[in-house]
């Protein structure tokens, strides 16, 4: 008898969507129930990187007159956007590589009674959900860091574009997640975050760079420059920004694109 080959993962039958939206939330529970159990770790996730930036650039370069007072308007919101951004697209990707390349962990949840496309946007609004948390964490510390304040008339906003660009960042952590190997972890993130970090406008205003117009464009087609221009333009709206619909609309768009292309890279890993 020839040897078989492990047969692709199935779905169970779909049941109706009572079922499906009881069996949804269960996942959403159980991803958040293991997050709270590393909160220590989640904590100094979503906390020391931000620190330092905001301290090196916010603190130490403004006492030593490198930049002015108004740079902490430029800077806190870029980094609080980045923060939600990363936190999404790392804690979607990274469990995503990990779960279809080694402990198969995935399986359980590709059995469960629910469609397959449930369970990759539930990765989707669950990785979302880690970023902004990390972003409304790191809120406070930067404001208190950086002597800046905001009137809740403006912070409530700001929290309503983290959280859409930790979505987008989450969907484009989908991407990756289902389209890299677990031999390539290394190379993505050094071709795909290390250029996100840094052309993100996160410690810059988009509209600045008119005199670098190719840099400028790169960053314009970098979706986190929208939510860091975004933050910008509903807290600090002294400070040169792009008009907040146009924000508003491309993180729309990003979260429709890239959660389409990754829900149906899952939907293939998941039938491999």
């Not at 009881?22 to 529970?29: G, L, V």
């Not at 991803?31 to 931000?50: C, E, K, N, S, W």
């Not at 779960?99 to 990759?120: C, G, M, N």
């Not at 989707?124 to 860091?145: D, E, K, N």
């Amino acid at each position: 008898m020839s040897a078989t080959t492990a047969a692709p993962v199935k779905s169970a039958p779909t049941p109706p969507a009572q079922g499906q939206l009881h069996t949804f939330r269960a996942i959403i529970w159980r991803d958040i129930f293991v997050a709270l159990r590393q909160l220590p770790t989640f904590i100094g996730q979503a906390i020391i990187q931000p620190f330092f930036t905001l301290f090196v650039f916010g603190v130490l370069l403004s006492d030593a007159g490198y930049v002015d007072g108004d740079y902490s308007a430029v800077l806190l919101p870029g980094v609080l956007a980045l923060n939600g951004f990363l936190g999404g697209m790392q804690n979607t990707a990274l469990p995503l590589v990990v779960d279809f390349s080694y402990t198969r962990e995935i399986e359980d949840r590709l059995l469960s009674p629910i469609s397959l496309r449930l369970v990759a946007v539930e990765k989707i609004i669950f990785g979302g959900l880690y970023g902004f948390v990390a972003s409304l964490m790191m809120t406070p510390v930067g404001m208190v860091l950086l002597d800046l304040s905001w009137p809740i008339s403006r912070t409530v906003p700001a929290l309503g574009i983290a959280l859409l660009g930790a979505i987008a960042g989450a969907s484009i952590g989908l991407c990756l997640g289902t389209s890299v190997s677990s031999d390539k972890v290394d190379v993505m993130f050094t071709l795909v975050l290390m250029p996100l970090l840094f052309t993100g406008s996160t410690q810059f205003p988009l509209s600045a760079l008119d005199e670098v117009r190719w840099f400028q464009v790169i960053c314009g087609a970098n979706p986190l420059s929208y939510a860091s221009e975004g933050m910008r333009a509903v807290t600090s709206p002294h400070v040169e920004h792009i008009p907040l619909a146009i924000n508003l609309v491309v993180l729309v768009g990003a979260i429709l694109l890239f959660a389409t292309l990754g829900i149906r890279g899952f939907l293939r890993r998941a039938q491999t």
